[in-house]
């Protein structure tokens, strides 16, 4: 009957019977297993993005490169060397006097 399903809960990754097991629930009001649950939250985490420092703006991970431990997005991380390089190429002109 269809109370009867209603009230059986499946983990929407492996399926799992989790109507009498731990389970999580998510912002779609699937059903998860502890342990796909787990490993969803563990790949969001991998793939989470962070905010460039250089610009403030939100990137996913790949997009990111991490210089001493701080996210930079592509751009700042060139802008970034550019600036560097600059510098020490002005520090380099005074050592060597051109
Ligand atoms: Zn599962
Ligand atoms: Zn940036």
């Given at each position: 009957m269809p109370i009867e399903a209603e009230s059986l809960k499946y983990c929407c990754?492996?399926?799992?019977?989790?109507t009498h097991i731990g389970r999580m629930k998510d912002s779609d009001g699937r059903y998860w297993c502890i342990d796909c649950g787990a490993k969803d939250e563990e790949k969001k985490r991998v793939h989470a993005g962070a905010v460039c420092k250089g610009c403030g703006e939100s990137f996913s991970k790949p997009q990111l490169t991490w210089i001493g431990g701080l996210p930079y997005c592509d751009p700042c991380v060139k802008k970034k060397f550019a600036v560097k390089k600059s510098f020490f190429g002005k520090i380099w002109a005074g050592l060597t006097g051109e």
């Open positions: 990754k492996c399926s799992k019977d989790v």
